[in-house]
């Protein structure tokens, strides 16, 4: 039999050539994201991995002299720089990853991409913290991407030692971070749902074309003698053939593009390529299921032929689909609901909840889809005054699951990109780095904690730096005993642009960059005033420093001259944003991933309408043959298949898109306290934009309606 689906497959002429081309190259695709899907995972582990090496453990005992180690952050233009400062305590010391020794005193190591930023700044901006000599670069098994900016810089036991957080290691295997498995499930989730699923579809709807007339040919084969089980070789093989060809079509593409796919920031900085790796056992999966799920799928299909030869003729209307359907909508809502009144303490039990909630909303959605179809059909038919839509609207009711199927892959992803840029946006808007050229941005403070005593030059140095103004020390505040909350400051010393004191009074509590958290800077703000008395001021011990820089020269320039007098610092000199600058490289990375799920799903989508609509027009050739013969104009029959897919493909997209807002505000309430800030104008472009695209894939396969509804199609069939 084996041979003989072989000879059916290929030798079925024109029609069978482009079944087996639709369905390879919708199985390639599906192949090709499904590899960098599992590829992405791997890389985002080796990524993690590798950040461990930057916070070894602490470990006693042992016979090796310990090396002491203190990781600190730096910041140049709203990038952050990983410092390391390491001593070794004698000859036996661990050398730390990605180096051929450990740094001595006045000495470093840094990153390649760090090492081009030294080489094109001037000095006064960025390389005058790190004096001394550069013995190289750092190498790849100790950065985190290629991209990292890592400075490695030696120093003296004592130096060293007298840092924040120091540790002493012996050893420096073995700190691997396994990528977490709430990491993995957010990552698969995403990916899968938003990706894997409209891929699924795409294969399914490939899959089916021409699925009438191979039931009519296997159905004859059932009447000469064929068993049931030959039947589905056959089926299955035909299926498997095409897959086989696409997985390795697959392959071959995911290989030759990997190195630009691990160049793609998706998790807030690049890949190395070799990141990007697939397992044998991975491999062997994906090369041996993709084939046999197609197989699988085909033999689903022929249910009606192994029923009976007759099965085929036997086509009845299916039950209409109900409201139950919905259910786990509604307990998907209900999850993301209880999370307001209660959330887990831990990260994994929040993920617990919240995961679960979102894909029992999405599954909600897709089984949801046939009866929402069905609905907006009845909306159509009671609005229809054209025969057109009187028919299509007839023939959606009948079989809604049909018009849904080949757009579910738009709600889905449409679904999980709203959720994603609801979610992303809101925390970026509410954590993110202060505007470029706001005032903010260019007001540079440094909290003092342990430094030494501030040089009585220090203020007169900033103020000599172009572009440095107001530079200002704010003092340790002895009523509260904690300078890190507030401190004090004479009211004549607060720049006009930050406020004032309020009327009689001498000194006032402030944050320490005279700018409160999370706020902007106002003139109009009036500061508490402090019973401190403003003869005492001059001896209290200083708490920050802060200055006002004109642009982000005079910032690094500014940040330059306080790190050389206070080298030991623990909190970088810094502007706001500075500490959410990762997190915001971050989520701009997830935000890309956002883009890249709604982009191709809907591609994938708009594929499979293309697919569906074909598929459906080469099933009904008789029918629209017939009623052209009537009198109907081909006008007619193309607004009856156009109606068709277009009612499902708006219906799920309104209500894919409000499902996705929902869910956004209420995982944002529930985790976070923030209210949704709802999409801007470019989140609607690209939903816009996809839509008009699955419209003009539709529009794009009407004009084969005139050409296969002849009347020599009505004779023949």
Not at 54 to 76: I, N
Not at 584 to 608: E, I, K
Not at 671 to 698: E, K, N, S
Request: net charge positive; hydrophobic share 50%; charged share 15%.
């Amino acid at each position: 039999m084996i041979g003989l689906a072989l000879r059916l497959a290929v030798a079925g002429g024109r029609e069978a050539l482009l079944r087996l081309v639709a369905i390879a190259a919708a199985v390639a695709v599906g192949t090709g994201l499904l590899l960098t899907t599992l590829a992405g995972v791997n890389a985002t582990d080796a990524q993690l991995t590798r950040y461990a090496s930057m916070y070894p453990q602490e470990t006693a005992g042992g016979s090796a002299d310990p090396l002491l180690w203190s990781t600190r952050f730096d910041y140049f233009r709203g990038d952050q720089i990983v410092r390391v400062d390491v001593a070794a305590t004698g000859p036996d010391a661990p050398t730390p990853v990605g180096v051929p020794r450990a740094p001595g005193p006045g000495e470093f190591y840094a990153s390649p991409a760090l090492r081009k930023l030294l080489a094109t700044t001037p000095a006064d901006q960025l390389a005058d913290r790190y004096p001394g000599r550069d013995l190289g670069e750092i190498g790849p098994a100790a950065l985190t991407s290629p991209d990292t900016l890592l400075v490695l810089v030696g120093g003296t036991p004592e130096q060293v030692g007298g840092l924040d957080q120091v540790r002493k290691v012996t050893r420096l295997d073995g700190n691997s971070a396994p990528l977490p498995g709430a990491a993995v499930d957010l990552i698969l989730g995403v990916v899968a749902g938003g990706l894997l699923f409209p891929v699924l579809v795409f294969i399914g709807t490939a899959t089916r074309l021409g699925a009438a007339r191979r039931e009519q040919r296997f159905a004859a084969m059932r009447l000469v003698g064929a068993t049931p089980r030959q039947i589905s070789a056959v089926a299955a093989v035909e299926a498997a053939l095409a897959a086989a060809a696409g997985a390795a079509a697959g392959f071959a593409v995911f290989f030759a593009f990997r190195s630009q796919l691990a160049g793609i920031p998706f998790t807030g900085m690049p890949f190395f390529p070799g990141d990007m790796a697939i397992g044998a056992p991975e491999a062997l999966l994906v090369a041996l299921g993709v084939p046999a799920g197609a197989a699988a799928a085909a033999w689903v299909a022929l249910r009606r032929v192994r029923i009976s030869p007759l099965g085929v003729s036997r086509r009845v209307t299916p039950r209409p689909p109900r409201a139950y359907r919905l259910i786990p909508l509604a307990l998907g809502l209900a999850g993301l609901g209880f999370a307001l009144v209660y959330r887990p303490p831990t990260s994994d039990g929040q993920t617990a909840l919240f995961l679960p909630a979102l894909l029992l909303v999405m599954v909600g959605l897709i089984t949801g889809g046939p009866w929402l179809t069905m609905v907006g059909a009845k909306v159509l038919a009671a609005r229809a005054g054209r025969p057109a839509a009187l028919i299509a609207a007839r023939r959606l009711a009948d079989n809604p699951a049909a018009g849904f199927r080949a757009v579910s892959g738009v709600m889905l992803a449409l679904f999980v990109t709203t959720v994603a840029v609801g979610v992303m946006g809101t925390i970026t808007y509410e954590r993110g780095p202060a505007p470029r050229g706001s005032l903010e941005a260019g007001r540079l403070s440094m909290v003092l904690t342990d430094d030494p005593p501030v040089p009585g030059t220090l203020l007169a140095d900033l103020a000599a730096v172009p572009g440095v103004r107001n530079p200002v020390l704010v003092r340790e505040n002895p009523v509260r005993g904690d300078g890190r909350d507030s401190g004090v400051i004479a009211c004549a010393d607060i720049p006009p642009a930050y406020g004032r004191c309020a009327a009689g009074a001498s000194v006032a509590e402030v944050p320490p960059g005279l700018i409160p958290w999370r706020e902007s800077a106002s003139a109009d703000r009036i500061w508490p005033s402090s019973p401190v008395d403003p003869a005492a001021l001059a001896g209290l011990p200083a708490g920050s420093v802060a200055v006002e820089a004109e642009d982000p020269v005079a910032v690094e320039r500014a940040r330059t001259v306080l790190e050389a007098a206070f080298p030991t610092f623990y909190v970088a000199p810094n502007v706001p944003g500075d500490f959410e600058a990762d997190f915001a490289d971050t989520m701009r990375g997830w935000q890309r991933l956002a883009d890249l799920v709604v982009v191709a799903g809907l591609v994938l989508a708009g594929c499979s309408l293309a697919v569906a609509v074909a598929a459906g027009l080469s099933e009904r050739k008789r029918p629209f043959s017939l009623l052209r013969l009537s009198g109907a104009p081909v006008r007619l029959l193309r607004r009856v298949v156009a109606l068709e897919s277009v009612v499902p493909l708006l219906t799920v997209a309104v209500v894919a898109v409000g499902m996705g807002l929902v869910a956004a505000h209420l995982f944002l309430r529930a985790q976070m306290q923030y209210d949704l800030r709802v999409p801007g104008i470019g989140f609607a472009a690209v939903v816009a934009l996809g839509v008009l695209g699955c419209l003009a894939v539709i529009a794009a396969t009407l004009p084969l309606l005139e050409r296969i509804t002849g009347p020599e199609t009505a004779r023949s069939e």
